[in-house]
């Protein structure tokens, strides 16, 4: 399976773990008093929050993900999981932790990243 990308980024690496990408069933409702009222607006992409987190990912590509947060535009996630959907996205939140290293061939890498999207809509 391909990589995911989010908008000119394509991951190394795909993430260890990510949301289930599937519709949410949007529903309110308030207790009357002798009843209840319920308002149901179908199920849809919009507004479904989405986390994905690696163990490890190279301090660039770290940095990129911070560039298009930065930008603070909307952009499009191809999560490349075999349903051929793409996303129109804004990045709610970028974390992860400093990975301390003895030896300066190993590269540059933060751990424990978190990276959580905000689907706006289905790309077509």
Do not use: C
């Amino acid at each position: 399976m391909p990589n995911a990308t989010l908008g000119t980024l394509t991951f190394a690496q795909n993430p260890d773990t990510m949301t289930l990408i599937k519709k949410d069933r949007d529903v309110a409702w308030v207790k009357t008093y002798t009843s209840v009222a319920i308002f149901t607006w179908g199920s849809s992409y919009e507004g479904k929050k989405l986390d994905l987190a690696w163990s490890y990912m190279e301090t660039s590509e770290f940095d990129d993900l911070e560039d298009i947060q930065d930008a603070d535009a909307q952009v499009v996630f191809d999560p490349q999981d075999d349903s051929g959907k793409t996303f129109n996205v804004e990045i709610l939140a970028l974390d992860g932790e400093y990975h301390l290293y003895l030896d300066d061939d190993t590269g540059h890498y933060r751990k424990n990243v978190k990276l959580t999207l905000l689907i706006m809509s289905e790309a077509t």
